[in-house]
């Protein structure tokens, strides 16, 4: 890359930044643990385990009690489908990191990329400044 305290190479360094981070957010938000608004039977809220591996078992435990409760006692127990709340929630954790990561992923590539891209176009004429004591009119000159 171009040295840092130019004006364009800064940009790219801190979209780069950016992109790398987001994409580390990315991964991090995977490993973090996910549960319900609900409490189980004991007063502890029903995990549904992470981004990277799910684990409803807390959840259909709870959704069976449920069912059998409804089933004996009637409305009072309402049928619930907390396996599923937790499978959502795992799944849309997943798709929120994709994406995140995708785009950060982008800004990063893109940041290291973009010199390259601009310099090798074809059909791009180049300037070089010409000596110091040209007028300003041909201060610039074609190579």
């Known amino acids: ?9 800064l940009l790219r360094w801190f979209v ?8 580390l957010g990315a991964l991090v938000s995977l490993s973090m643990p996910m549960t319900l608004h609900v409490v189980d039977r004991t007063g502890v809220p029903i995990a549904c385990g992470t981004g990277l591996h799910s684990d409803g078992e807390t959840a ?6 449920n ?10 127990f309402v049928v ?3 396996a599923g709340e937790c499978t959502e929630r795992v799944v849309d954790r997943r798709w929120l990191a994709a994406g995140v990561a995708g785009f950060g992923a982008a800004f990063a590539l893109g940041a290291y990329l973009a010199p390259y891209v601009v ?3 074809p059909g791009r004429r180049r300037y070089v400044r010409a000596d110091a004591g040209a007028d300003s009119l041909n201060s610039y000159a074609a190579w």
């Not at 890359?1 to 190479?9: I, K, N």
């Not at 259909?60 to 009690?65: I, K, N, P, T």
């Not at 069912?67 to 009072?76: D, I, K, P, R, T």
């Open 1 to 9: 890359m171009a040295e840092l305290g130019t004006g364009p190479a």
């Open 16 to 23: 780069a930044l950016a992109g790398l981070a987001a994409v």
């Open 60 to 65: 259909r435990h709870e959704d069976s009690l």
């Open 67 to 76: 069912h059998q409760q409804h089933q004996l006692v009637g409305a009072q």
């Open 80 to 82: 619930s489908d907390y």
């Open 119 to 121: 310099m090798d176009r």
